[in-house]
């Protein structure tokens, strides 16, 4: 499985982006999709998950401000960020989870997010 990651960018603090993330290669049975990111000097951490049948779920400091969505027939999802705050400054990447005798979770290379004025 590859994802390719795009949509990242300089922004102002409170500003939008939208992030999507292509699925390629052997995408059968991918069932959740969704982003994580990684701040310098901090530990990855998983920011918002989406199941095939779309069920989300959110880490608590992008509840109400971001929202993910999936167009399953692409393979794509997507991040929309709004309220931005310079604390959301990361490094963002797509992940796919594809349930192989087990769940096995493949990352993209990130795409860079800097909020600042």
């Known amino acids: 499985v590859q994802l390719v990651e795009s949509g990242g960018g300089l922004v102002q603090p409170g500003g939008s982006l939208r992030l999507s993330c292509a699925a390629s290669?052997?995408?059968?049975?991918?069932?959740?999709m969704g982003w994580g990111r990684q701040a310098p000097g901090k530990e990855r951490e998983v920011v918002a998950t989406?199941?095939?049948?779309?069920?989300?779920n959110y880490v608590d400091s992008v509840k109400g401000r971001f929202t993910i969505s999936r167009d399953n027939a692409k393979n794509t999802v997507y991040l929309q960020m709004n309220s931005l705050k310079p604390e959301d400054t990361a490094v963002y990447y797509c992940?796919?989870?594809?349930?192989?005798?087990?769940?096995?979770?493949?990352w993209g290379q990130g795409t860079q997010v800097t909020v600042s004025s």
């Open positions: 992940l796919a989870d594809q349930e192989r005798l087990g769940v096995v979770r493949y």
């Open positions: 290669g052997s995408v059968v049975s991918i069932n959740a």
């Open positions: 989406i199941t095939s049948d779309r069920s989300t």
